[in-house]
């Protein structure tokens, strides 16, 4: 039997509660007390991944080194515990029963009739125990959806095997939401003890209840909870809102909630828990110095989870620079020649986000325009950079028509074109070019000196199409430099004007990278540069 211990992290009455905060807010106080750990997410989902998601269906799909296109909470594993995750810490229903299909068609199962019980749910165990090694002691499993969703039977199932088996190793924590009726002035717990009702049914009692709300919880909240779910009232642990996600340990802490998960695991947890940078990261945060309007342009800006990334980046590399970063979401569809000026005058920097297909193209081009000439901090991230050459083709080597052979065809000057190996890829799910691919640096350049003059980096990427290197001397004649460049098949990873006071376009995801207490480099660089621009303006 396993020594390792799992933590199962299952969620009630609605979703979105924060599930994913929860168990990444759980690993950084057991790391912060010693432990060696992990997180998976199991998805219940058909998909195999989420790679082939619009961000308005899932947010934004997150990338991993091993490049695993996965939910965006392993974005939230990553930079609360500074680990780096892969494929395996991220399983979908669909990738579940793909295991078991290919199994069955290769004979693995002759004989026996293929069922969801045992062989999914033992395919689910086994991806559950995938991760474990001499090096952990401990294991979160966060479970997506809600219980009593048809689709996360399966799940639940295996869940309960799984703690039947393991015993005293293993710990279930329920996730609900504790609604206040403005009317009745009061907290109701009705639907926490409906869904943990419906966890009871699949055979499982929750060892711990994290109970979401926006007000404290009384002691006589705490006692009718515990008394009607079965669980002691020091097992009722208040999640209570909030200003920022990042403040959720602490408040998690100061609840007893790692203290009492230790002690239910009889696992140790005397000593001193060490979290002082995260609380430095806070203070930080709390007292800026500085507020930065930072204008972000992409055509999904109705969905607060589509630049996840990229904006809990900005928020990482702001602390470090003791500034407040104010996220400004621009419509690329609303940016016209027109509007332009009138949209972008008061930014301190604008970063061009990544996405696909053509909606929102011109406004993007008109947005990279006005901050080239006018001097403005820019960023553009994959298809920001492919749109800045496109622009700067247009604009500046008078290429008329030129444009990206993902949006048009038979433009005249495919300045941005289909990478080779993809030009024969029929199947969209995980064909990309995926994850992380090293990139050398040309020396004595802003972007070399960002990343403290190291020759080589490694960052994650998410593309199909690349910089057309047959133009790569027009560009770079008028100003336009390649200058980070992938030693292997001579892409051009990182585009730049040097006379600029910072203006980058890189074809790789800088954000998937950064983390709570490593803020990327390139973040810290582009909010330099638009800090200085903050203090011309507000000094002027």
Known sequence: MSLIKHIFITGGVTSSLGKGIIAASLGRLLKARGYQLTIQKFDPYINIDPGTMNPTEHGECFVTADGAETDLDLGHYERFLGITTTQKNNITTGRVYHQ????????????????????????????????????????????????????????????????????EHCLVIHLTLLPYLQAAKELKTKPTQHSVKKLLEAGIQPDMLICRTAHDITPEIRKKIALFCNVSPKDVIAAKDVDT?????????????????????ALTYHG??????????????????????????GKYIGVPDAYKSIVEALQHAGTALCCKVQIIYIDAEKVMASTVAQILSRLDGVLVAPGFGTRGIAGKIHAIRYVRENHVPFLGICLGMQCAVVEFAQNVLGFVGAASTEYVQDTPYPVIHLMENQQKVTQKGGSMRLGNYPCQLLPHTKVWEAYDQKTTINERHRHRYEFNTVYLEDFEQQGMRAVGINPDHSLVEIMTLEEHPFFVGTQFHPEYQSRVLEPHPLLIAFLKSALLVHKKIYSS
């Open 100 to 167: 078991v299909i290919t199994k069955e068609r290769r004979g693995d199962y002759l004989g026996k009739t293929v069922q969801v019980i045992p062989h999914i749910t033992d395919e689910i165990k086994r991806n559950i125990f995938a991760l474990e090694d001499s090096k952990k002691d401990i294991i979160i499993t966060e479970i997506g959806g809600c219980v009593g969703d048809i689709e996360s039977l399966p799940f639940i199932e295996a869940i309960r095997q799984v703690k039947w088996e393991l015993r």
């Open 272 to 297: 001193a828990i060490h979290l002082e940078d995260w609380r430095g990261f806070l203070r930080r945060y709390d007292a800026p110095k500085y507020m930065l309007r930072i204008g972000i342009i």
């Open 245 to 265: 996600i990042y403040a959720v340990p602490l408040h998690l802490h100061e609840e007893g909630f790692d203290t009492r998960v230790l002690q239910k695991l």
